[in-house]
C-alpha cells in the first residue's frame, strides 16, 4: 500500500441485508471511515449452499470490491468467513478480516466454565470454523454448534418480537442452555437483530457474543497497524457510503430503514456474475 490509501474506503460485504448489523457497527468504530457495501441479493442466503459455491461468490465478490479501490475488506457474512475466507484471503493485497476469529477469540477469553455455545446458519456450523478456533484460543473448551436455519427467514419477515421465532427459538436453544454454557456466540449476521429474544431464552447470566462488534474492534487494529486511517483533516468524500446488491435494491433500502438510523441512497444493482 502507498501514501493515498489512507482516504480509501473500507468494503463490506454480505450474502445480503444482514451484513448491515456489521455496517453499523464498523460505522459506530470507525465514524471517520468511507464504507463500500456490497449486498449478494440475488443469490441469498448462503447458508445453505455447499462451501464450493460460497468460495466462487466470494471469488467474484473480491473481484468486484477490487474494482471500487478498498484499502481493507471485512467479511461481515459468518457463512462467507467460515467457507471462504482462509481459501481465498492469500488473493487480495489489501487487510481482510472475517468475523469468525474475532468473535471466537472473545467468547474464548470470556468464559467463565469454558462452555461455548455457537449458533449459526447450516454452513457456519457445518464447517466446524468456530469450533476450530475457540479450541485453538481455549484449549479444552466444550464448544457446542447448533444451526439455527429458521431465524433468518424469520427476522427477514420483520418478525423480531413475535411468537413463531420464540417458538424456535426455545425448540432451538434448548439443548445448549441443558448443555451449561455460559457464553454463547451469535454467529450469524441477522441474529442480534433478536438478541432480546434470545437473551430471554437463555437468561441473563449467558454471555451473549456479537461477532459483527468484535469484527468492527478488529478493523481499528488492523488500519492502525498498517497506517491506513483516514485523515480526518481530508475532506470527506460526497458519498462517503456506498451500496451495491445484486438484486432488488428497493428492498434493500426498506429493509436497512429498520437497522441504520440514517436514511439509504438506493442501492446500485450490479451484474455479480460479470466479475
Ligand atoms: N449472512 C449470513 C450469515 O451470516 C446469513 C444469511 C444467509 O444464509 O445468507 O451467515
Same mark, same amino acid.
Given at each position: 500500500?502507498?501514501?493515498?490509501? *489512507? ?27 468511507? !464504507?463500500?457495501?456490497? %449486498? ?9 449452499? +455447499? ?8 471469488? *467474484? ?27 481465498? $484471503?492469500?488473493?487480495?493485497?489489501? =487487510?481482510?478480516?472475517? &468475523? ?9 477469553? $470470556? +468464559? ?5 455455545? &455457537? ?7 457445518? +464447517?466446524?470454523?468456530? *469450533?476450530?478456533?475457540?479450541? $485453538?484460543?481455549? =484449549? ?8 439455527? =436455519? !429458521? ?5 427477514? @419477515? %420483520? !418478525?423480531?418480537?413475535?411468537? /413463531? ?9 434448548? @439443548?445448549?442452555? @441443558? ?23 437463555? %437468561?441473563?447470566?449467558?454471555? /451473549? ?7 468492527? @474492534? ?8 498498517? $497506517? ?35 436514511? /439509504?441512497?438506493? =442501492? ?8
Amino acid at each position: 500500500m502507498t501514501a493515498g490509501n *489512507q482516504s480509501k474506503p473500507i468494503g463490506i460485504f454480505d450474502s445480503g441485508l444482514g451484513g448491515l448489523t456489521v455496517f453499523r457497527e464498523i460505522v459506530n468504530e470507525l465514524p471517520n471511515e468511507d !464504507l463500500v457495501y456490497f %449486498g449478494d441479493t440475488a443469490r441469498v442466503p448462503y447458508g445453505s449452499k +455447499s462451501k464450493d459455491t460460497i468460495v466462487h461468490y466470494t471469488d *467474484q465478490i473480491l473481484s468486484f470490491l477490487k474494482t471500487q479501490e478498498v484499502k481493507a475488506i471485512v467479511v461481515a457474512c459468518n457463512t462467507a468467513s467460515a467457507y471462504a475466507l482462509e481459501e481465498l $484471503e492469500d488473493r487480495v493485497e489489501v =487487510p481482510i478480516v472475517g &468475523v469468525v476469529k474475532p468473535g471466537a477469540k472473545v467468547a474464548a477469553k $470470556e +468464559s467463565k466454565n469454558g462452555k461455548i455455545g &455457537v449458533i449459526g446458519t447450516k454452513g457456519t456450523i457445518r +464447517s466446524g470454523l468456530y *469450533q476450530k478456533y475457540l479450541k $485453538e484460543y481455549r =484449549p479444552g473448551a466444550e464448544v457446542f454448534g447448533k444451526p439455527c =436455519p !429458521l431465524f433468518v427467514p424469520l427476522v427477514e @419477515e %420483520g !418478525l423480531w418480537d413475535d411468537v /413463531l421465532t420464540r417458538t424456535a427459538a426455545a425448540r432451538y436453544l434448548k @439443548e445448549l442452555k @441443558e448443555a451449561g454454557v455460559d457464553t454463547l456466540i451469535m454467529g450469524c449476521t441477522h441474529y442480534p437483530l433478536i438478541r432480546p429474544l434470545i437473551r430471554e431464552e437463555m %437468561g441473563e447470566d449467558v454471555l /451473549l457474543v456479537n461477532p459483527a462488534h468484535e469484527t468492527a @474492534e478488529r478493523m481499528k487494529e488492523v488500519l492502525e497497524l498498517w $497506517e491506513l486511517n483516514r485523515d480526518p483533516a481530508v475532506p470527506r468524500s460526497d458519498a462517503p457510503y456506498r451500496f451495491y446488491v445484486s438484486d432488488d435494491p428497493e428492498s434493500f433500502r426498506d429493509f436497512a430503514s429498520k437497522i441504520l438510523t440514517f436514511p /439509504l441512497p438506493l =442501492p446500485e444493482k450490479i451484474d455479480i456474475e460479470a466479475y
